[in-house]
């Protein structure tokens, strides 16, 4: 909890903007929404980055959060940001009573089912039969719907959960909460940070945080990260005219936090992006080829290496060294014995 705020409910009206959004509530402070790369998974078409990167099957990841606020107000960000859309809440403790880790989990398995239950109806090959049939017994869980999900207290017996049940985590956090990482237990299969910019005045222009010293606190979480015993990923979004220079910021930043993998993305201008406060537009999105150009040049000033990309996602993997590149496809049978099962259905 951030200190000095009082916790309000979400407002009815922007819940149900939300909704129309596609998003389903998990009780107060959750929700579930079908990403666009599981319901190509279902379709039979183009899979996520992650499956080509780490061996995710799309089709059966759900893209969830505990917590729907947000202490920043990252300009790319294709959420909606309250405050843009005249709505007065106070997003950084956004419930009166934070719910049950089990009881979460259970809605957004029961919610990712019933968003799913319609592609059924397309089922028309062995391959589309079988992956909606494996896509209702969820193997992955991407904890970066919307919000900061850290901002959940109970976050450690969330990933419990979840690995109890043989399904892995993987969660993004934007890099102001560094003490709630540093008491995360147990950790997640994998931890994202977000690394929105190479220095503080580009940081400041492009995160519009909501708290002070947001800058700091991401810096410090360079530093809890490093010791982590889980895998990490720094991910980038980069957006042209805005935070896609200094390469040599970002190369100190990657070599202070040292993670295992480096996720250098081109911002994609939709959703919320979209609203002219944000003063963006298609132009601000870097081709595949300039991608490629820039995390050349990170992985140059890093000492990273330069190994996998996926074009639909204009991505580039940058990798620490040659353990890190050989490891990166997951053995998820490590999260749950009975995991292997689930994998072989």
């Known amino acids: 909890m951030i200190a000095g705020f009082e916790m309000a ?25 079908t990403c666009e790369y599981t319901a190509n998974g279902l379709r039979g078409q183009t ?12 089709w059966r990841c759900m893209q969830a959060t505990p917590a729907i606020g947000c202490d920043l107000g990252c300009s790319f960000c294709w959420r909606l940001i ?49 992956r909606w049939k494996e896509a209702r017994e969820p193997m992955h869980v991407a904890l970066s719907l919307t919000g900061e999900p850290m901002f959940y207290p109970k976050m450690g017996k969330l990933i419990e959960g979840f690995h109890k049940r043989g399904i892995s985590t ?26 929105q910019a190479p220095d503080e005045e ?13 800058w700091e606190r991401f810096l410090r979480c360079m530093d809890v990260i490093k010791g982590l015993s889980t895998r990490t990923v720094l991910r980038m979004t980069l957006v042209k005219g805005l935070n896609m220079h200094n390469p040599e910021g970002y190369a100190d930043l ?38 490629r150009e820039f995390a050349k040049k990170l992985a140059e000033l890093s000492g990273y290496m330069y190994t996998v990309e996926h074009k639909p996602s204009r991505i580039v993997l940058l990798c620490r060294d ?8 997951i053995d998820f049978s490590k999260i749950k014995p009975e995991a292997e099962q689930i994998l072989n259905r």
């Open 254 to 291: 990657i070599k202070r936090g040292r993670p295992n993998y480096v996720e250098v993305k081109g911002f994609s201008f939709v959703g919320g992006s979209r609203n002219p406060a944000r003063n963006l537009d298609m132009s601000s999105m870097p081709n595949h080829e300039e991608i």
């Open 9 to 33: 409910n979400m407002p009815d009206e922007l819940k149900y903007k939300m909704e129309k959004q596609g998003y389903h509530f998990v009780g107060e402070h959750s929700a579930v929404k």
């Open 82 to 130: 309250p405050e843009e859309h005249g709505f007065k809440w106070n997003e950084l403790n956004a419930v009166q009573e934070w719910e049950d880790p089990e009881k979460i989990i259970d809605g957004m398995i029961r919610e990712q089912e019933r968003l799913i239950s319609g592609f059924n109806a397309i089922a028309d090959t062995e391959l589309k039969k079988r």
């Open 322 to 329: 040659q353990e890190s590149f050989k490891n990166r496809i």
């Open 202 to 214: 580009t940081y400041v222009r492009t995160t519009r945080a909501k708290i002070p010293n947001a």
């Open 170 to 195: 993987f969660l993004v956090h934007n890099g102001t909460l560094p003490e709630a990482i540093e008491k995360l237990d147990p950790l997640p299969t994998q931890l994202y940070v977000s690394m």
């Open 47 to 58: 899979l996520c980055y992650k499956y080509t990167f780490y061996g995710i099957r799309s």
